[in-house]
């Protein structure tokens, strides 16, 4: 019988058998379809069925001979998970990039964000729909998004500004009530220790984020106000 009088949808039947079969068991299969329905033409069955013409040269030679050929998987090696789950780094990506912001000036072109990979991991069960099992550790996130470009870095703290316009004013204010206190015998003065840390505004103590690039910079200290009168804490 030739391939040419076997109808379309037979022939969809030979491929789709051909691709649930494996290693030698798929090259034996191959081998005998060619030689049965393409006069033992690789060539053909590269070009009719679509199959690798060293694929077919190899299962007629294992026909032949009786000799079969070891299959060396192993050596091929894993594939990265985004590779084995392409949909995963457009999710990630797509939670990740909504959080993130260009270089404030404009000197590089990385992207940073505030955002940890055991953040993301829960983000794409929490909107994505994965399920825990189906998902790689925390570990394997954070390499992924290494591989994407983002890094984990510790925040930079900016250096303080030593004076602002408003300086001098304040100290002159501060002045100005020590003297009314002084001089005033109902006012009773009080010692307060403002050192105690308090996270307001954009203050970081020891955090860090995701980030493509340099450091991000955040406020050294905070500044509250206590009794009309500005206080670092």
Known sequence: MDINEIPDTLKSIIKSTAE???GAAKREYVAEITIE???GSARKAESTLGWSRDMVKT???ELTTGIRCVDNYSSRGNKKTEEKMPEL???????VDPKSQTDPNFQTPFTYTRITANA??????????????ELPCENTIRNILNRMGYQL???????P??????TDAIFENVTEANRQADEDPNTLR????????????????????????EPEEASDHNTTTLSGYPTST
């Open 89 to 95: 780094g457009e999710d990630i990506r797509s939670i």
């Open 161 to 166: 500004i030593k004076k602002i316009p408003e």
């Open 153 to 159: 870095k510790r925040i930079q703290k900016t250096k």
């Open 190 to 213: 009080i010692s307060i220790d403002a050192k105690a840390k308090v996270n307001i505004g954009e203050f970081s103590e020891r955090m860090e984020n995701q980030r493509v690039g």
């Open 120 to 133: 993301v991991r829960q983000a794409l069960i929490d909107e994505k729909g994965y399920t825990d099992d």
């Open 20 to 22: 649930k079969l494996g």
């Open 37 to 39: 329905l393409l006069g």
């Open 59 to 61: 299962g007629m030679m």
